[in-house]
């Protein structure tokens, strides 16, 4: 891989990788690590699932979780996707992070199946709860008076967020062990981009 086989932006290239990554069959190519901090720099990470790449890379969650709260405090984050297929590849993602606009989470609410719905208004993400029999009766509840579960309004506290990437890293295994990494860093107002050592 060279510095010239690669887009010169960095969100078309990760289209371009996911994209095949989908084509060859990885399971779950939009699965993506989000690493945050608490305000006092106590780190974290998880799985979430990439949901678009409109000026950056967006997902969705309760913005009262542990994500949320601490990308409200600190609003920087970090992500990785990984596939396997078509060849072994890693991409790395740093930024400062936004919230979506409310029309944003309302499309996005609204092509979430009737029984995700229903499970994201009944639950407070992150919260601590006595049992999962509590859960199930908050379902329940939510279901009753939303029959059917078409009609859940999304939650004031569910939204997404926006990691604008200021750094972005392409990695690409080597059989050799003479990996290649290419790095797109902002720099007077536009990408440059470089080689790093593997």
């Not at 990470?45 to 994500?67: I, N, P, Q, Y």
């Not at 995700?116 to 509840?141: F, P």
């Amino acid at each position: 891989m060279d510095v010239t086989d690669l887009d010169a932006d960095p969100l078309s290239q990760l289209a371009t990788w996911l994209n095949a990554a989908r084509a060859a069959g990885q399971p779950m190519p939009e699965a993506m690590t989000i690493a945050s901090a608490t305000s006092d720099a106590v780190p974290s990470a998880r799985l979430v699932v990439l949901r678009g790449l409109r000026r950056g890379l967006v997902f969705f969650t309760d913005c009262e979780s542990d994500k949320g709260t601490e990308l409200a405090a600190n609003p920087r984050a970090a992500a990785v996707l990984h596939w396997l297929v078509p060849a072994h590849r890693q991409v790395r993602v740093a930024g400062p992070v936004e919230r979506v606009s409310e029309d944003e989470a309302d499309e996005y609410w609204s092509t979430r199946a009737p029984a995700v719905r229903l499970s994201a208004a009944a639950s407070h993400q992150s919260r601590v709860v006595a049992s999962r029999t509590v859960l199930e009766l908050q379902v329940q509840d939510m279901q009753w008076r939303h029959p059917g579960g078409d009609d859940v309004p999304r939650p004031r506290r569910w939204g997404g967020f926006r990691v604008l990437p200021c750094r972005v890293e392409f990695w690409q295994e080597s059989p050799d062990g003479l990996h290649d990494r290419i790095r797109y860093r902002r720099g007077g107002g536009c990408w440059i981009i470089e080689r790093l050592s593997p």
